[in-house]
């Protein structure tokens, strides 16, 4: 088992390798992204599959 890190040794790691502590350019809008193919089919399926059920009931 490795040496178990402090907090300080992730930060300078963090620092090293170009993460940025400033957080001002960060806010709360979404950002819109596309859904992968795959997604889609899965949340697809569920969907159906829920749609049934409730058909059912």
């Not at 400033?22 to 819109?32: G, S």
Request: some cysteine; overall charge negative; glycine content about 8%.
């Amino acid at each position: 088992m490795g040496k178990k890190r402090t907090a300080e040794d992730r930060r300078k790691q963090a620092e090293e390798s170009g993460f940025n502590f400033d957080d001002e350019d960060v806010d709360d809008k979404p950002v819109p992204r596309f859904v992968l193919g795959y997604t889609e089919r899965v949340c697809n399926v569920q969907v159906e599959l829920w749609q049934d059920i409730l058909k059912g009931h």
